[in-house]
């Protein structure tokens, strides 16, 4: 699959969790451009200097955390397309991120074969 004209910011304050992640879909698909922030404040600056097509992002991180930053992109691009990717999803966290505009929720440690479905759902790749 060739998203190589996608943008995808990764989101999160675990370098290993970032690598995991384009990891992931570099081998599902190929081509995209990563943008790498590791907090929530980050990922506010970056999506509105960007424009990504799609943003994976954890809950807990530094700044600000996953569901402020999630309010304050989709106040800026009600949109965006945000996938949080979090291990802490508590059933209020994950009602709260859902009602605030996120697309999708990944549970930590993710399976490939959930982000392949999210990459041909979001991205129209196939």
Known sequence: MDISNKKIL??????LARKQLMDAVNEIATG??????KNG???????KKENPDIVFMDIVMPEKDGTD?????R?????ATIIIVSSVGTQE???????????????KP???SQI???????????
């Open 69 to 73: 930053a999630l309010a304050e992109i």
């Open 10 to 15: 990764v989101c999160d304050d675990s370098v």
């Open 75 to 79: 106040e800026y691009d009600n949109e």
């Open 116 to 126: 392949k479905e999210i990459i041909e759902l979001r991205l129209g790749g196939k």
């Open 110 to 112: 993710f399976e490939k």
């Open 32 to 37: 995209a451009t990563f943008i790498e922030g």
């Open 93 to 107: 966290q994950l009602k709260k991120a859902i009602k605030l505009g996120a697309k999708d929720f990944i549970q």
């Open 41 to 47: 404040a980050e990922a506010v600056e970056f999506y």
